[in-house]
């Protein structure tokens, strides 16, 4: 037997080209229901995605308002440590006023007496130098007749 050679008709071209059609038509078809499938998954992963993010913000939430109840509760320790120093400060501001008024009391009673005791030295000067006045009006006095002797003596012979 001879082996029969088949030839490409239209017919038979006709038919390959509805077959490989077909076959096209079969992946994408595949691949549109991948794609489907690709895209639900992909949806589903970012909703799990954004329900732990949203899990984790909300962590993220209570560990701020955690640490924002303790820093207050911290704010409020200062704020007493900070009341505590400044009434302290004042206490020793106080002090220092009191000792301050006091030395100016004494200081101010030490000038008064020192004042006084110089008042009473210049008044003693005073008195010191009318008396060298009332000397010197005295000697030039003595001086005066002295002088006014001396001169008579030569001039009358004793």
Known sequence: ??????????????????????GFDRVETEMRAQRHAFKADLGELRAEMNARFEKVDGRFDATNDSFNARFEKVDVRFDAMNDSFNARFENVD???????????????????????????MNGRFDAMNARFDALNRTLLGFAGAVIIALLFSKVVPL
């Open 1 to 22: 037997m001879e082996t029969m050679r088949q030839t490409w008709t239209d017919e038979r071209l006709d038919d390959l080209n509805a077959k490989v059609d077909r």
């Open 94 to 120: 106080g002090r220092f006023d009191a000792t301050n008024d006091s030395f100016n009391a004494r200081f101010d009673g030490l000038s008064d007496s020192v004042n006084a005791r110089f008042d009473e």
